[in-house]
């Protein structure tokens, strides 16, 4: 079975520090990266890392988020800093293998004042 796992949210200030990580349960599994989907809103980019290797950022979290691979364990994390109200949402990990797009079950992330 071909599964995506994230794990790291919870309740955090504004302000504070998270760190997502997405692990695969397949070594043919490439994790490309995450989105967020808030309440009322569609789901949007965060940031993946290109073919090329290059992380791709949304505006709204550059500078504060940082996108990592392990390669030895299959996972990639998140690295989220100085989290605002406005990134509270369910962060959804994404990845491609036999052709196919996989999602994890996502992790609910939520950023109090």
């Known amino acids: 079975q071909v599964q995506l796992v994230e794990s790291g949210g919870g309740l955090v200030q504004a302000g504070g520090s998270l760190r997502l990580s997405c692990a695969a349960s397949r070594r043919s599994m490439n994790i490309r990266g995450w989105y967020r989907r808030a309440p009322g809103k569609q789901r949007e980019l965060v940031a993946v890392?290109?073919?090329?290797?290059?992380?791709n950022y949304a505006d709204s979290v550059k500078g504060r988020f940082t996108i990592s691979r392990d390669n030895g364990k299959n996972t990639v994390y998140l690295q989220m800093n100085s989290l605002e109200l406005d990134d509270t949402a369910v962060y959804y990990c994404?990845?491609?293998?036999?052709?196919?797009?996989?999602w994890g079950e996502g992790t609910l992330v939520t950023v109090s004042s």
């Open positions: 994404t990845g491609r293998a036999y052709g196919l797009d996989f």
């Open positions: 890392i290109l073919s090329d290797g290059r992380p």
